[in-house]
């Protein structure tokens, strides 16, 4: 009987998770362990809070006692592990929380994991992690498992500093662990400080749209339940030890996924196309902004016969039809620190 603890399952990628081995295994305990911070919203989870196989532990991974309490008490089998502070612009303007929760709260998690389970090859430690590890692309190329690591934001060396360690429990103690690192992900329950949702509720809001430099930048984007279906394969049937890339096979320039953004939200909404267009801004570029992320996805391809099935064409319209349809959830997590915290950056 497993008894998985998911960690940062109240963020964006997280509940996409946890619903669905919730509801996918319902053999499985699956125990989410979150901090709640600005990114975290129990809301999300609603429709699943009260199933018998669920349970929410409100804690901080850098939290010693917890962890190892935790373990103890819900006798936790595995790990899959994606609490982080996760925004690059945050990491900017505040390293060091990143450095707090990202590296020694994977560190912290990894020494509880280490000291309650017995034998090592009854369990796994799964991490998910990012492509951002691999550094910045020029206009060809791709990120491979093999490319060497070249972090270049404070989020990214945070997630590489983690990685490493997770890598270090597996060849000093012989810990299984597994890790994959993905692409931007998009989709429902995402907040609305990344591109995507911050573009969808900016030209509903009939705001400005800020795109960074000249929106050259070039990102591949993976629809959450793609990656999903992909976590669900590599903790079940990944090999220990072993990195997965997992990619969407949709390579875009920022400049033209905001313009796919303004069509359709404009289209959905009834009003006139070019009008969400006209409200393009170019803004200040992001210090260090990398500029092209790119995925090999074919040995995730070739050992575990994943592929993204999502295009940006369908994932944008699904998504966009999200926001439109959540606006309540929308201004809930809008509201308070993420508020004030948004004003400062773009105003009012
Ligand atoms: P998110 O910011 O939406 O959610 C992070 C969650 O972690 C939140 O619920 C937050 O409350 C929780 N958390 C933060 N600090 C914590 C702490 N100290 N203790 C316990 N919980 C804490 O992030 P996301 O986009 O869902 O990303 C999930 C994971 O996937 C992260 O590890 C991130 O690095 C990785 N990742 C994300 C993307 C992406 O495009 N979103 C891409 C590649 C990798
Ligand atoms: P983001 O969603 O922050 O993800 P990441 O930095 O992890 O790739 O940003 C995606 C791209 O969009 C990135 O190149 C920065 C750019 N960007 C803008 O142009 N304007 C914005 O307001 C934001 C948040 C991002």
Redesign the pocket.
Known sequence: MKSILI????????NHVVRQFVKKYPNYTIVN?????Y??NLETLSDIEKSDNYHFVK????DELAMHDIFAKYHITDVIH??????VDRSITDPLVFLR?NIL?TANLLNAAKTSWEDYSKHTFYH?????VYGSLGDSGLFKETTPYDPRSPYSAS?ASSDHLVRAYHHTYGMQIKISN????YGPY??PE?LIPLIINNIVQEKALPVYGDGSNVRDWLYVQDHVEAIDLIFHKGQNGETYNIGGNNEMQNLALVHILCESVDRILGRPQGEAKSRITFVKDRPGHDQRYAIDASKIKKELNWEPVTNVGTGVEKTVQWYLNNKVWLENVTSGAYKTYYEKHYGT
């Open positions: 960690t940062g399952g109240a963020g964006f990628i997280g362990l979150d901090k709640l911070t990114a975290g804690a901080c991974i850098t994606l609490a982080a502070e996760s925004h929760t709260g998910i992690s990012t492509d951002e997630k993905c692409s931007n992900n995402q907040f990344k």
